[in-house]
């Protein structure tokens, strides 16, 4: 009996925890669940969006479902007081991966069969989100002038590349692909070429290849990436990933994963979309999906496949309003509940 962390979220976020909680509860029901609400609009007035105690729950259980947090433009930064000094996150989806030391955000980018008329694209990207453009160090010189530091660490790079080049190994996929501006932004993406350069050296069974990032994006939509690992920095790996599952369908279709030492904290890669809150039209798909690679993680590679294929026949008969279909939230996921137990009978039905 395995217990893992549940986040709620903001916005589409309760409507789609509670979607995929119904299918997971089908496909692994020996699994239980712990639910830890953290965000801005946590109940309670005044309040640390991230509480120590939040953090410390997700650490002891070490795998956790998270839906999306709302993080409110130009004001969403999170300080968290420390005796050896503050550290500031620019939002609360970057202080729940730091304060969690998961440093390599996994989003698989994988066409389902008839759902979009675009290219099909098969790939994974490792987003390194520890560092980079998005590591809160921002000024503001008087009222004209703004600046933002991109940190980029040997340490880190090291890190993110062994891991890619591992899954790359893994998983069968024979290239890493690095995608960069090292022509532009010569010491930091220089930084980051010349370490994944190094780090390949030692997988010679996996081929690097590296691109400037306009281009792999651009790639990237006209179906022009081979099945790799697609390795991004932090913002890079944050606009292409919803580009690539636009791409996909849809936004509301992508998984992913973060992952730390000895954390794992699961994901869509879509925000909390609260144009839509409360209406039935989110798609739940992405965090569906994203609960199969936390229970493949767990160790139920059975019942992450009953998940993915349950997915993939509701989809033929179902589709919210972002795919042009018009079903509601709750029908995908009976149609998916539905599929996951025609596929494999639990004993009470049997
Ligand atoms: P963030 O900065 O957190 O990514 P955002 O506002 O930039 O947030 P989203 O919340 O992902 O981006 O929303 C972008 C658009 O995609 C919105 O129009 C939203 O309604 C739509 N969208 C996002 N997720 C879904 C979903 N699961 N189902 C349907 N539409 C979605």
Redesign the pocket.
């Known amino acids: 009996m395995a217990t893992v962390g549940i986040i709620p979220g903001d916005?589409?976020g309760p409507e789609?925890t509670e979607a995929t909680v119904r299918v997971l509860s089908a496909a692994a029901p020996y699994l239980s669940y712990e639910y830890i609400p953290v965000g801005h609009l946590i109940p309670g007035g005044e309040h640390d969006p991230l509480p120590d105690a939040a953090v410390a729950g997700i650490r002891r259980l070490g795998a956790a479902l998270k839906a999306?947090l709302?993080?409110p433009r130009r004001t969403g930064r999170i300080v968290k007081v420390r005796p050896d000094g503050d550290r500031v996150y620019p939002s609360i989806?970057n202080a729940v991966r730091r304060e969690l030391d998961l440093f390599a955000n996994v989003r698989p980018i994988q066409s389902l069969p008839g759902i979009s008329s675009g290219p099909d694209l098969d790939f994974l990207i490792v987003r390194e989100v520890s560092e980079g453009t998005y590591s809160g160090i921002e000024y503001r010189i008087g009222d004209d002038v703004a600046q933002a530091v991109k940190v980029v660490t040997r340490g880190a790079w090291e890190r993110i590349a062994h891991f890619s080049f591992r899954l790359a190994v893994e998983q069968g996929y024979g290239r890493v692909i690095l995608g960069h501006k090292a022509n532009v932004l010569n010491l930091t993406d220089g930084l980051e070429l010349e370490v994944v350069q190094e780090v390949a050296r030692q997988y010679p069974e996996v081929e690097l290849q590296d691109m400037m990032v306009d281009a792999l994006g651009q790639a990237i939509v006209r179906g022009a990436v081979p099945r790799a690992v697609v390795l991004l920095d932090n913002q890079y790996g944050d606009i292409l990933s919803?580009v690539a599952a636009g791409v996909t369908g849809?936004?509301?279709l992508g998984p992913g994963a973060n992952f730390g030492e000895s954390v794992a904290v699961f994901e869509?890669c879509?925000?909390?979309?609260?144009?839509?809150a409360g209406t039935g039209?989110?798609?739940?798909v992405?965090l569906i999906l994203s609960g199969a690679m936390m229970i493949r993680h767990l160790g139920d590679a059975a019942a992450a496949d009953a998940v993915e294929a349950a997915v993939e026949t509701a989809l033929t008969r179902v589709r919210?309003?972002?795919l042009g279909g018009t079903a509601t939230t709750t029908d995908v996921a009976d149609a998916v509940v539905e599929a996951v137990r025609a596929a494999a009978p639990s004993p009470a039905q049997a």
């Open positions: 916005g589409i789609i999306p709302v993080a989806n919803d849809s936004i509301g869509a879509h925000g909390a979309a609260p144009d839509i039209r989110a798609n739940p992405g919210t309003p972002d």
